[in-house]
Each structure stands twice: as structure tokens, then as C-alpha cells.
């Protein structure tokens, strides 16, 4: 059974950084891209990262570019978000996902992804 497990989550002043993971059960998270989405209330899933796996290539949103970064530790299974710089438009339930499909460079669309995490709370606030 596919399992995505994200961890990391929490409360952070403005300026703060916290680093998310996702944790995979089941399957080698190194044969996927993993992407890491977000969600605010009110708002539809919003694209943030992902990172391919055919040469862990990235592509980040412009929203958030330059201020977190996605890398894999494939000894653990595991994929991480540092994010750096919180802003309180970072609050959201942030997921990740995973596609066996191989990119040169991975896309952030829903669609493409067809195994989710159940998400964890993010909230930039002081």
C-alpha cells in the first residue's frame, strides 16, 4: 500500500523557517517525482515545488522561489521542504505527492500526481 506521511508542520513567526517531510511507506519515493502542494481556506491547491526523479531536477512557484528549496535523501525515503522566510501568505495545509511519471522538468499540476499525503498545518503568524 502506497503511504505518504508529512511531518513538519507548525506555528512560525514571520521571517521563520520550518522544514516539512515526506515520508514514504510501500514504494521507493526515488522512482518518483514528488511535489509539494498547499492549500489556504477558501483557496484552491496551489503548486510549490517539485523535484523530479530522473536527475532530481526542481521547479518552484514564483510565489515562493528563491525562499524554499526541495531535496530527496533516498536512504530514508524521504523528501524535505525547507522553507526559509515565512510569510503569513505561506499559512496553508501543505501535501505532498507523488507521480511515477519521469519530467525533465517536473510540472505542478494536481493532476499529475496520484498519491497524496493527509497534509500538515503550516501557520506564519506573530
Known amino acids: 500500500q502506497l503511504q505518504l506521511v508529512e511531518s513538519g508542520g507548525g506555528l512560525v513567526q514571520p521571517g521563520g523557517s520550518l522544514r516539512l517531510s515526506c515520508a514514504a511507506s510501500g514504494f521507493t519515493l526515488d522512482y518518483y517525482t514528488v511535489a509539494w502542494f498547499r492549500q489556504a481556506p477558501g483557496k484552491e491547491r496551489e503548486g510549490v515545488s517539485c523535484?523530479?526523479?530522473?536527475?532530481?531536477?526542481?521547479n518552484y512557484a514564483n510565489s515562493v522561489k528563491g525562499r524554499f528549496t526541495s531535496s530527496r535523501d533516498n536512504a530514508k525515503n524521504t523528501v524535505y521542504l525547507q522553507m526559509t522566510d515565512l510569510k503569513p501568505e505561506d499559512t496553508a495545509v501543505y501535501y505532498c505527492a507523488a507521480s511515477p511519471e519521469v519530467f525533465r522538468l517536473c510540472v505542478l499540476r494536481v493532476t499529475v500526481f496520484g498519491s497524496w499525503g493527509q497534509g500538515t498545518q503550516v501557520t506564519v503568524s506573530s
Open positions: 523535484i523530479s526523479s530522473s536527475d532530481g531536477s526542481t
